[in-house]
């Protein structure tokens, strides 16, 4: 039996922080706003001003391609995140693309929230976050903050959780989700 998942992202605000900050906003209003954005996964479209990313019984995601974005190094990736169904919800940084490596932060159907490195394949658990309050599936402000081997992250502007690491040290930005359990 096939299963599906909805993932709803309204993307706020990427700040790179440079020499010179520099603001990207996407905000689905345009189909074009799609063309910075290279799925790995699933399905994404942009629906009434929202980015929505569909799963079978695998896992999905979606990574930036801005031109430069790979070479990102310290930064916020801020998104304003409705996920409606799926067990692991997760947003990605420094992102390398061949092969498929990041950090990520995860948020689990059981209320978990916790920081992964996946390398060539392979995950490691960098940190546990404080267990999310039950309705934690509603609109909320997710940000991850790179800087140095320094990753945090916030719900609603409050820290939740943070970890250190230095495997990787530039990367693009990406979500993705599942409903495989997590090893």
């Avoid at 490691?124 to 609109?139: N, V, Y």
């Amino acid at each position: 039996m096939k299963s599906l998942t909805f993932f709803t992202f309204a993307l706020l605000l990427i700040m790179i922080f440079l020499v010179d900050a520099v603001a990207l906003t996407w905000d689905f209003e345009k189909q074009a706003q799609l063309d910075h954005w290279k799925a790995i996964n699933g399905t994404w479209e942009i629906e009434k001003g929202q980015l929505k990313g569909t799963l079978g019984p695998d896992y999905m995601g979606i990574v930036c391609i801005f031109e430069g974005s790979e070479d990102w190094t310290d930064y916020t990736f801020e998104a304003k995140t409705t996920v409606t169904e799926g067990k692991y919800t997760y947003w990605m940084v420094r992102v390398q693309p061949d092969p498929l490596s990041y950090y990520a932060f995860e948020r689990s159907h059981s209320n978990s929230a916790t920081i992964w490195r996946r390398d060539k394949g392979q995950h490691a658990k960098l940190m546990d976050g404080p267990a999310l309050q039950p309705g934690h599936l509603e609109t909320h402000l997710w940000k991850m903050e790179v800087k140095g081997d320094q990753i945090s992250v916030f719900l609603d502007d409050e820290l939740l959780v943070e970890a250190k690491d230095n495997t990787y040290k530039k990367g693009t930005v990406g979500f993705g989700g599942h409903n495989m359990d997590s090893a």
